[in-house]
């Protein structure tokens, strides 16, 4: 289940995280002022592990670090 929920979210913010070369300026501002796919996965490691939405905000905002966390404890 886990594997699906990460495929889909995966899917739907690839066209704004991977660069177009014709509209390079657009892509660099989306992906700046956008959300990272650091902080989608760790979004949803968290909801996944704690089912609370108070340390899934927590986790976002350190993002990498909590999945690379969650990634060497389970």
């Keep these: 289940m886990v594997k699906y929920t990460l495929l889909v979210i995966f899917i739907l913010i690839s066209p704004y ?3 177009n070369t014709e509209e ?3 892509s660099q501002t989306i992906i700046r002022n956008g959300v990272g796919l650091g902080s989608v996965l760790a979004v949803v490691l968290s909801w996944d592990r704690n089912k609370s939405i108070l340390l899934a905000i927590i986790h976002g905002i350190f993002s990498w670090l ?3 966390y969650y ?3 389970r």
């Design 17 to 19: 995280a991977l660069p």
């Design 24 to 26: 390079l300026v657009t």
């Design 66 to 68: 909590y999945v690379i």
């Design 71 to 73: 990634a060497l404890t």
